[in-house]
């Protein structure tokens, strides 16, 4: 459980990886150092493959700041997912009505995810040439990528 917690406060950063879990409960000044320094590394990430000019910059980054900001939000659904998950895994009470939320709940935040991205690439094409465009979706489908290989990792499955 302990990883499960912290998996939460680290994917509301979009992290690339999940930290290990510490001996002692961390504290939250613990945690809002963790997460500005994740945000901070993921910004550098992306700048550090994008290579961008300083025009480009110029436009990119408003609009990856905007696109963070949506994906903050969709992280937040999914942090209630798994801790509402979490929940029932541990009082062992996970039921079909439970369960079926719980899938809605995914598939939602899948199809928020797909509409944002889809809502964003016009944006994207506003601030930068598409094969920059196409660079800048496919870093941010690895780090989502690794989020969910962690994620999954991290949760047990079903009872």
Do not use: C, G, H
């Not at 879990?21 to 939250?28: C, F």
């Not at 901070?40 to 110029?58: C, F, I, Q, T």
């Not at 809502?119 to 660079?135: D, E, G, I, N, T």
Request: glycine share 0%; aromatic share 8%.
């Amino acid at each position: 459980m302990k990883k499960i917690a912290l998996f939460l406060m680290v994917v509301f950063a979009l992290s690339v990886s999940l930290p290990v879990a510490a001996q002692q409960e961390p504290t939250d000044s613990d945690m809002q150092i963790l997460l500005e320094k994740i945000k901070a590394d993921k910004k550098l990430l992306v700048a550090s493959n994008m290579k961008l000019s300083d025009a480009e910059a110029k436009k990119f980054w408003p609009v990856y700041d905007d696109y963070q900001a949506e994906l903050k939000k969709l992280n937040k659904r999914v942090a209630v997912l798994i801790d509402d998950y979490a929940t029932a895994y541990n009082n062992d009470s996970m039921t079909d009505a439970k369960a079926k939320k719980m899938i809605s709940e995914m598939v939602a935040i899948y199809q928020s995810e797909a509409s944002m991205k889809k809502s964003f690439v016009p944006k994207l094409y506003k601030a930068l040439p598409a094969v920059k465009v196409a660079r800048y979706l496919q870093l941010e489908n690895k780090i989502r990528a690794a989020l969910r290989y962690e994620l999954a990792e991290a949760v047990p499955l079903v009872k």
